[in-house]
């Protein structure tokens, strides 16, 4: 095992997350947005990708958020028209949140840059790698999910 070889992949993954820091803050910071917007923006449209849009509970939950600090939150998204309450069908009793076109243009408009350049990146490499690299980044963040839901707070 080469500890040196290590420590520099993770120092990458660090300059890597640092940079990605910089272009959100660049890209929200134009556009009226705050991390937190753009942070709950994907958590939402991960779960609607899935198939099942999440409740406020639930996004405050991944977004480690209390009640008012949510509610807050996805009230200044729908003032600023990027998500919509809606009433589930089966239960009218739950309330999911939900994206609008408008939140989707917007975020292909801010992150097309980011995606041009990864792809170019990422294009420079043979499948097998990338399978490799994929699986990898799946990995590495499991084991920083991990870490933190074994932090003591």
Request: charged share 25%; net charge neutral.
């Amino acid at each position: 095992m080469d500890n040196g070889a290590h420590f520099q992949l993770v120092r990458l993954l660090q300059e890597f997350t640092q940079a990605s820091d910089r272009f959100v803050d660049a890209t929200s910071g134009g556009n009226s947005m705050h991390r937190s917007d753009l942070n709950a923006l994907s958590v939402v449209m991960r779960h609607e990708q899935s198939g099942q849009p999440p409740t406020a509970s639930a996004l405050g939950r991944e977004l480690h958020l209390s009640p008012p600090a949510t509610t807050a939150l996805v009230n200044r998204l729908e003032r600023s028209g990027h998500v919509v309450r809606r009433r589930s069908e089966t239960d009218r009793r739950v309330v999911r949140i939900a994206v609008t076109d408008h939140a989707v243009s917007e975020g292909r408009r801010m992150f097309a840059p980011l995606a041009r350049a990864l792809s170019e990146a990422i294009a420079a490499y043979p499948e097998a790698d990338i399978a490799v690299i994929s699986r990898f980044m799946a990995d590495a963040a499991r084991a920083v999910d991990g870490a933190t839901q074994n932090l003591d707070m």
